[in-house]
């Protein structure tokens, strides 16, 4: 049995489950879990296995982190209940990719979905440039860098001008939290993955958020990716990076609370 993640949960509604990038941990969507709990949602953010206190996983794939997901979801459902009903699943970045990976494979378990700052696929495993992704993201690791350094450089790369200072701080500070072995796993991971072709399946009400200045994943990109999507709604924040949630929550949650409104009329008050 798959063990069940680390996650917090705040508030009474329907269930949003919230799961971070590569370089996050449950803190990465504090924000959003005090203002959806606000606006009437239970708001679940996970640790990633590995991450915080959710046990690590082995081998180290989307589709042991999808089935991790997965987990928590049915584990939230309760154990009086017939089935599990759906949740909304929002995903940034490597997130992102989990939850794309979740709806391939259990689309009946998501109701809404948002995917921020992410991309469909990372290319070829073996290609130069997630060679030298790799190499850029564990080189400093190698040279005997710890989390919390390799966070102080790269969290200001990440984001854009737009962005608040106290974010950064809590996107350094969860950076630094992440085990340094899980990340060199995580990264490892991402470049091998690849949901091109799971695009045109996805059946939900789904929205996609970038940011102007995430060269991660660019707008552009995102934006390719919403037209494989049937009726999938595109929005990219100006000023922002790819730490958007954090650069600027008060932005993004209201632009991902405006999308959930409007699709409210299909969410029944099933799961709380």
């Given amino acids: 049995m798959t063990a069940l993640p680390h996650f917090m949960m705040l508030g009474d509604g329907p269930t949003v489950v919230m799961l971070h990038g590569v370089g996050g941990g449950h803190l990465a969507f504090a924000p959003q879990v005090e203002s959806f709990a606000a606006a009437g949602y239970r708001a679940v953010s996970w640790d990633m296995p590995g991450y915080g206190s959710s ?26 209940r017939e089935g599990t009903p759906p949740v909304i699943l929002i995903g940034h970045s490597m997130g992102g990719m989990v939850a794309q990976e979740v ?9 809404r979905l948002v995917l921020c700052g992410t991309s ?62 899980t990340y060199r796993r995580a990264v490892q991971c991402l470049v091998g993955f690849d949901r091109r072709a799971s695009l045109a399946a996805i059946r939900v009400p789904t929205l996609l ?31 922002l990076g790819h730490l958007m949630n954090l650069e600027a929550p008060e932005a993004f949650d209201a632009t991902v609370l405006d999308f959930l409104a409007r699709h409210h009329h299909h969410i029944r008050p099933l799961d709380h």
């Fill in 120 to 181: 469909p696929s990372f290319g070829k495993p073996d290609g130069d440039w997630q060679r030298e992704f790799v190499a850029s993201r564990t080189a400093p690791l190698d040279a005997g860098q710890s989390m919390a350094e390799l966070a102080a450089t790269l969290v200001p790369q990440m984001t854009g001008p737009g962005a608040l200072p106290e974010g950064l701080r809590l996107a350094e500070h969860c950076m630094g939290l992440v085990p340094a072995a």
């Fill in 55 to 80: 046990a690590p996983i082995e081998p180290y794939t989307f589709k042991g982190l999808a089935e991790s997901a997965i987990a928590l979801i049915e584990a939230l459902a309760g154990p009086d």
């Fill in 209 to 239: 958020v970038a940011g102007e200045f995430d060269r991660n994943a660019p707008p552009e990109v995102m934006r390719k990716m919403a037209d494989k999507i049937t009726g999938a709604e595109f929005v990219s924040l100006a000023g």
């Fill in 103 to 111: 709806v391939a494979r259990r689309p009946g378990l998501v109701r």
